[in-house]
T-cell receptor
Framework: KAGVTQTPRYLIKTRGQQVTLSCSPISGHRSVSWYQQTPGQGLQFLFE???????NKGNFPGRFSGRQFSNSRSEMNVSTLELGDSALYLCASSMGTGDNEQFFGPGTRLTVL | QKEVEQNSGPLSVPEGAIASLNCTYS??????FFWYRQYSGKSPELIMF????GDKEDGRFTAQLNKASQYVSLLIRDSQPSDSATYLCALSRGAAGNKLTFGGGTRVLVKP
């Protein structure tokens, strides 16, 4: 069974630009959650999508948004990039029904210059 | 007070010994608890989950949960150099949705 895939793996952007990251969950999984990992703040929850609907949201500004498609693939968008957005962005896949274990993808390393 | 507290380490353990990692949490509504292992430069890998008070064993790993005292621990028996990594404790409220709240992680070093 294929794992969670994320593209691109690395990204370099400049301040003010926007970026879109993609995540394909494990086959059969309907929930995709997004997390940001930085050395200073650790792993922080951004949002979760289940059946194309945002089900949970963390404490991030509106510049961070996402969506989910009918095939459960998800995208995350960050607009007006700031230096502090440099981080490892991880998506996690789960069945989504009940309290299921989440499996992480390899992440996208975003550097904002 | 952070929602999930872990000693950052490093926890230095001789090869073959038991590594004991602790995690305390503040939200009494937490229902499910997870341990992830993260190697440097890699993404977190789920190694254990526990929902009920008591112990749960899986190979060399044992998770222990005490909801009354609000702590969860992870024991790694017969520690190997390949166990050297950062171990992240995470929890969720168990309500609809999959929001995980993570601790800062404990770095473990297993010395041959």
């Amino acid at each position: 069974k294929a794992g969670v895939t994320q593209t691109p793996r690395y990204l370099i952007k400049t301040r003010g630009q926007q970026v879109t990251l993609s995540c394909s969950p494990i086959s059969g999984h309907r929930s995709v959650s997004w997390y940001q990992q930085t050395p200073g703040q650790g792993l922080q929850f951004l949002f979760e999508y289940f059946s194309e609907t945002q089900r949970n949201k963390g404490n991030f500004p509106g510049r961070f948004s996402g969506r989910q498609f009918s095939n459960s693939r998800s995208e995350m968008n960050v607009s007006t990039l700031e230096l502090g957005d440099s981080a490892l962005y991880l998506c996690a896949s789960s069945m989504g029904t009940g309290d299921n274990e989440q499996f992480f993808g390899p992440g996208t390393r975003l550097t904002v210059l | 007070q952070k929602e999930v507290e872990q000693n950052s380490g490093p926890l230095s353990v001789p090869e073959g010994a038991i590594a004991s990692l602790n995690c305390t949490y503040s939200d009494r509504g937490s229902q499910s608890f997870f341990w992830y292992r993260q190697y440097s430069g890699k993404s977190p890998e789920l190694i254990m989950f526990i929902y009920s008070n008591g112990d749960k064993e899986d190979g060399r790993f044992t998770a222990q949960l005490n909801k009354a005292s609000q702590y969860v621990s992870l024991l790694i028996r017969d520690s190997q150099p390949s166990d050297s990594a950062t171990y992240l404790c995470a929890l969720s409220r168990g309500a609809a949705g999959n929001k995980l709240t993570f601790g800062g992680g404990t770095r473990v070093l297993v010395k041959p």
